[in-house]
């Protein structure tokens, strides 16, 4: 016999039970629905695309011991659920459901007697949950003066938005001019710019430095399209989704942390245009309204820390097209505003605040001069800033303090324009 001697040296049988110096890892990970496991093993659980029932063992010996870990910090979007197979857990029956829906947990397991049965010795979270860095500035750039029309009009300077939410003036030549793009942050304290429509749809993208510097283009990121949405997920990554092709698509493109561009996924919802996306809680986006083809619409879709859409949600204030979103305060909320809901265009200067948890509050109307085809970026930690739209296009921008108040307008923001996009940048005030 070889191993380490148990406390309870006797097994059921009434042998010496040998036991193993630790505990046996199964590497494989577990990505599955189900899962049935075995005592003194350790098993990495991960949840990224569906939730996972685990099936204890139906007999146990006092000391048995199980280990479950949260692979990819994933069960806070996709619960695990323990069936304790008979036994009791924790002194409950096993009628009663377990569930573990916290990301970063692990659990350690072990069996006490029929009474107690499995008994969690830990189960709390192995580490803070990430934080998304708090970005200080932001960029605006691109977009359509619309003089001799939108396509005439496309222009390629762009702003820089300090920590106190002052927009700086014009800077000239930052990559191919264009206009209904999308931007968003990546690598904790950069940007992209990516898609939009020159003379047609392009899939060319660029990205911006910590210090708010445009490099030149970057051509083949996924199915060329305009008249999309993008957001932070994860923290350091990025995710651009739906637009405008021949018609509306569905599909999205991820974005890795050094800003490189995957290729197309698709079926993320209801295929529309002229949505917006924002981050929102602890690594997580939501996209929201938009125009299906025929409708203006209210739905969401949630994106969680992996950067997987959810099925659409309904009943998120009035529908409309083109608004603005962007982060604000310390606890993770976001805010959608301004828009269109009508093609005459009837444009709107109302706000919709987002929970931390990614629910999207009633109207809320009076946020200064109302405007459509607006961008917007969070800047000074908890701050966030509307700017541009209109049509015709305006230079005006309206600054969202700590709360989620917008403020009232703020005039002379460089070039009158409509059809731009922004992100925020950098780490340093």
């Known amino acids: 016999m070889s191993g380490l001697v148990k406390d309870n040296v006797f097994g059921s049988s009434g042998t010496v039970a040998a036991a193993a110096g630790g505990l046996s890892w199964d590497t494989a990970v577990v990505t599955g629905s189900t899962v049935t496991v075995e005592a003194a093993n350790g098993y990495f659980i991960n949840t990224t695309s ?67 049965g499995w008994i969690p010795t830990s189960d709390i979270a192995n580490a803070l949950e990430p934080v998304a860095p708090s970005t200080q500035k932001a960029i605006f750039a691109f977009g359509t003066t619309g003089t001799g029309g939108s396509v005439a009009g496309r222009i390629s300077l762009s702003n820089l938005v300090n920590s106190s939410g002052v927009v700086a003036s014009d800077v000239t030549g930052v990559g191919t001019a264009r206009y209904v793009l999308e931007a968003a942050g990546y690598g904790t ?24 510097v445009v490099a030149s283009d970057t051509t083949g990121v996924g199915t060329a399209r305009s008249s999309l949405a993008a957001a932070t997920y994860g923290t350091d990554k990025a995710i651009f989704a739906y637009g405008l092709t021949s018609g509306n698509v569905s599909l999205s493109n991820l974005v890795s942390s050094s800003g490189v561009v995957a290729s197309d996924v698709s079926g993320v919802g209801t295929a529309r245009r002229f949505l917006s996306a924002t981050g929102y809680g602890t690594g997580k986006a939501i996209f929201a309204y938009g125009y299906d083809g025929s409708n203006h619409v209210s739905m969401s879709n949630l ?26 305060g310390s606890s993770g909320q976001a805010i959608f505003a301004y828009g269109s809901d009508s093609d005459d265009p009837y444009v709107l200067s109302m706000s ?19 405007r459509g085809n607006i961008s917007a970026s969070s800047y000074g930690g908890d701050k966030a800033i509307f700017a541009y739209g209109g049509n015709p296009a305006v230079s005006i921008s309206n600054l969202v303090n700590s709360s989620g108040v917008v403020g009232s307008d703020v005039s002379g923001v460089g070039t009158d324009r409509y059809y731009a996009s922004s992100a925020g940048f950098s780490l340093s005030s």
């Open 50 to 116: 569906n939730a996972c029932t685990i099936t204890l063992p139906s007999s146990a010996e006092a000391g048995d011991q199980i280990i479950l870990i949260d692979y990819a910090r994933t069960w806070g979007d996709n619960a695990i659920t323990i069936d304790s197979n008979g036994l009791n857990f924790q002194g409950e029956a096993d009628t009663f459901t377990v569930d573990y829906d916290t990301a970063g947990q692990s659990i350690n397991l072990v069996y006490a007697d029929s009474t107690n």
């Open 303 to 328: 994106v969680n820390t992996s950067g997987v859409i959810g099925s659409d949600v309904t009943g998120v204030g009035t529908a409309r097209e083109q608004p603005g979103s962007a982060r604000y």
């Open 352 to 370: 919709n605040l987002v929970t931390s948890s990614g629910v999207i509050g009633s109207d809320v109307s009076g946020v200064g001069t109302a």
């Open 189 to 212: 304290d950069k940007a992209i710019f990516a898609f939009g429509h020159t003379t047609g749809k392009v899939s060319l993208s660029n990205l911006v430095s910590n210090s708010g």
